[in-house]
């Protein structure tokens, strides 16, 4: 019992300190993806589908991503096959991703975005805000310091000014912490 005690007081405590950083995918490429890897910078994690009538996203993924990594934006998808509208092989969605978009975004091997067989990510963005994907194309914006700041519905898109102003605030921060530094 006192075992027990313990290994949930320091799961809480690993809980309650959590950020995105603590998280790694693997990487459509082969290798994998540290979150940590972008810390101080702003993220905007995308589960996407190949299938879904709103893949027409990707497109604007690809422009925000062109507008704003310069400036230290990432923007990783997360193609998911959570709602049976993914290719079968990652293979598969990187070619469609580039002979169709023409897409750089970093990319993460197909991963499930909800449920027991979530990523650790998703389940600790549900843990930490409530937000759980409820279809392709949610977006999760994460400040520079790991934390999530703002979660966005399928319907939103990407390059909208809901998205943009909110990522241009964590720019700003971090243009003025390199200045001030």
Same mark, same amino acid.
């Given at each position: 019992? *006192?075992?027990?005690?313990?290994?949930?007081?320091?799961?809480?405590?690993?809980?309650?300190?959590?950020?995105?950083?603590?998280?790694?995918?693997? /990487? +459509? #490429? @082969?290798?994998?993806?540290?979150?940590?890897?972008? %810390?101080?910078?702003?993220?905007?994690?995308?589960? !996407?589908?190949?299938?879904?009538?709103?893949?027409?996203?990707?497109?604007?993924?690809?422009?925000?991503?062109?507008?704003?990594?310069?400036?230290?934006?990432?923007?990783?998808?997360?193609? /998911?096959? #959570?709602?049976?509208?993914?290719? +079968? &092989?990652?293979? +598969?969605?990187?070619?469609?991703?580039?002979?169709?978009?023409?897409? !750089?975004?970093?990319?993460? #091997?197909? !991963?499930?975005?909800?449920?027991?067989? +979530?990523?650790?990510?998703?389940?600790?963005?549900?843990? &930490? !805000?409530?937000?759980?994907?409820?279809?392709?194309?949610? *977006?999760?914006?994460? #400040?520079?310091? @790991?934390?999530?700041?703002?979660?966005?519905?399928?319907?939103?898109?990407?390059?909208?000014?809901?998205?943009? %102003?909110?990522?241009?605030?964590?720019?700003?921060?971090?243009?003025?912490?390199?200045?001030?530094?």
């Amino acid at each position: 019992m *006192k075992i027990l005690f313990i290994f949930i007081s320091i799961f809480i405590g690993a809980t309650a300190m959590s950020h995105a950083g603590q998280f790694i995918f693997k /990487s +459509a #490429d @082969g290798g994998m993806i540290n979150l940590e890897d972008f %810390r101080g910078k702003p993220v905007l994690v995308v589960n !996407t589908a190949s299938r879904c009538g709103f893949t027409g996203q990707l497109e604007g993924l690809q422009k925000l991503s062109d507008s704003y990594q310069d400036q230290g934006l990432t923007v990783l998808a997360v193609p /998911s096959n #959570d709602f049976n509208q993914e290719l +079968a &092989t990652i293979d +598969a969605v990187k070619e469609f991703c580039s002979v169709n978009y023409n897409l !750089t975004l970093p990319m993460t #091997d197909i !991963t499930s975005v909800r449920g027991k067989n +979530a990523h650790p990510f998703f389940k600790w963005v549900k843990d &930490t !805000t409530g937000f759980s994907p409820k279809w392709n194309f949610n *977006k999760i914006l994460i #400040d520079p310091s @790991g934390e999530v700041v703002q979660t966005f519905g399928s319907l939103t898109r990407p390059t909208s000014g809901a998205i943009t %102003r909110e990522i241009e605030k964590y720019l700003q921060l971090e243009l003025s912490d390199q200045v001030s530094g």
